[in-house]
């Protein structure tokens, strides 16, 4: 059963949060792996028409019409700077859901769902530059894989900086 599958035909309970915990969904831009936690996907659609919105920063792609209800789009790739690239059909609209806002998130293709248990989520490297480490709420340990797991609020409503317009 694929996610949008499972989001379409089953309603979530509230038991469901506890069913949820450490899960991640795992995705990729350009060659890295990151990671959101699950409880904040609502869904996951193909690429679509995006109409653009005036005076947004640039990675704000403008906003889709979602079975009736408006929704900005960020591209990740242009939130955590780096080099815009033409989308594909792979490349796919992750829509989060936090306090009530509902955001679509472009990125390059969505690859799992991993469960990652707290004691292998490490805190993210202290780094010089540290602008786009703020996204950053771990590095998730699966297997020999190392993913960086992203903190969705932080994403959303963190516009401290680099919101050109």
């Given at each position: 059963?694929?996610?949008?599958?499972?989001?379409?035909?089953e309603?979530?309970?509230?038991?469901?949060?506890d069913?949820?915990?450490d899960k991640?969904?795992?995705f990729?831009?350009?060659?890295?792996?990151?990671?959101?936690?699950?409880?904040?996907?609502?869904?996951?659609?193909?690429?679509?028409?995006?109409?653009?919105?005036?005076?947004?920063?640039?990675?704000?792609?403008?906003?889709?019409?979602?079975?009736?209800?408006?929704i900005?789009v960020?591209?990740?790739?242009?939130?955590?700077?780096?080099?815009?690239?033409?989308?594909d059909?792979?490349?796919?609209?992750?829509?989060?859901?936090?306090?009530?806002?509902?955001?679509g998130?472009?990125?390059?293709?969505?690859s799992?769902?991993?469960?990652?248990?707290?004691g292998?989520?490490?805190?993210?490297?202290?780094?010089?530059?540290?602008?786009?480490s703020?996204?950053?709420?771990?590095?998730?340990?699966?297997?020999?894989?190392?993913?960086?797991?992203?903190?969705?609020?932080?994403l959303?409503f963190?516009f401290?900086?680099?919101?050109d317009?």
């Amino acid at each position: 059963m694929s996610l949008k599958e499972r989001w379409d035909d089953e309603p979530l309970e509230d038991d469901d949060e506890d069913t949820q915990e450490d899960k991640f969904l795992t995705f990729f831009l350009n060659r890295e792996e990151f990671g959101i936690e699950i409880r904040y996907v609502m869904e996951i659609i193909g690429i679509q028409n995006i109409t653009e919105v005036p005076d947004v920063p640039r990675y704000i792609k403008g906003v889709i019409n979602l079975r009736g209800k408006v929704i900005p789009v960020m591209d990740v790739r242009l939130r955590f700077e780096m080099e815009e690239r033409a989308y594909d059909d792979r490349t796919c609209i992750v829509v989060i859901c936090i306090d009530e806002q509902s955001v679509g998130l472009i990125v390059d293709r969505v690859s799992e769902v991993l469960d990652i248990p707290k004691g292998n989520i490490e805190p993210p490297p202290k780094g010089k530059r540290g602008e786009n480490s703020r996204f950053i709420q771990g590095m998730g340990k699966a297997g020999e894989q190392v993913i960086i797991l992203l903190n969705a609020n932080q994403l959303l409503f963190d516009f401290t900086q680099g919101d050109d317009h």
